[in-house]
């Protein structure tokens, strides 16, 4: 069966600090993986996502990238934290396809103080 | 394009009372709707999706949804809500000619009454 795993499940970081929080899927191969920021009131945002390694497709300008170095990891980072970067960020995996659902991580709650 | 929206944000039900969480999209192109429940402080579960099969869907813990075409609309229903029903509920939107993208609403709350 399929698993995803992403951590850290919270992390607490300085402004101006750098960021990277991991994702990796296991039991499946080439799927499409996403990056969502979940703010009160405002639902799951999208930020990124990877149909394939090193395809990465942003949907919001902003102060985060994301690399995908190997077919199941995605990470994602910051060089430099703002405040406003504080959320709780979620993971997920689809198989490739329009009506297949995404599996999500368990999420990291970031707070840049 | 494509979007999502849901129109509460917040809704209350007494323990026993029918639900009712409304969803509407606009599309070009023939949609797959899903709708996810996350209870504090837990991860997001699958509820029930539409893919252009059967117009009423039916998911996991007696919901259900009914897609409707002409009003664009995908609400969900449940005939009598739990207290284990309150939870936070999106409902997402994928397109087929983009289906690569996964869009999530911003949610609706749903508290349940004793």
């Known amino acids: 069966s399929q698993t995803i795993h992403q951590w850290p499940a919270t992390l607490v970081q300085p402004v101006g600090s750098p960021l990277s929080l991991e994702c990796t899927v296991e039991g499946t191969s080439n799927p499409n993986l996403y990056w969502y920021r979940q703010a009160a009131g405002r639902g799951l945002q999208l930020l990124f996502y990877s149909v394939g390694i090193g395809q990465i497709s942003s949907e919001v300008p902003q102060n985060l990238s994301a690399s995908r170095p190997q077919d199941r990891q995605f990470i994602l980072s910051s060089k430099k934290l703002l405040l406003s970067d504080s959320g709780f960020y979620l993971c997920a995996w689809r198989e490739q396809g329009w009506n297949t659902e995404a599996f999500f991580g368990q999420g990291t709650r970031l707070t840049v103080v | 394009a494509q979007s999502v929206t849901q129109l509460d944000s917040h809704v209350s039900v007494s323990e026993g009372t029918p639900v009712l969480l409304r969803c509407n999209y606009s599309?070009?192109?023939?949609?797959?709707l899903f709708w996810y429940v996350q209870h504090p402080n837990k991860g997001l579960q699958l509820l029930l999706k539409?893919?252009?099969?059967?117009?009423l869907v039916k998911g996991i813990n007696g919901f259900e949804a009914e897609f409707k075409k002409s009003e664009t609309s995908f609400h969900l229903t449940k005939p009598s809500a739990h207290m284990s029903d309150a939870a936070e509920y999106f409902c997402?939107?994928?397109?087929?000619?983009?289906?690569?993208?996964?869009?999530f609403g911003s949610g609706t709350k749903l508290n349940v009454k004793p």
């Open positions: 997402v939107v994928s397109e087929a000619y983009n289906f690569n993208k996964f869009y």
């Open positions: 599309s070009s192109y023939s949609p797959s």
């Open positions: 539409y893919t252009s099969a059967a117009t």
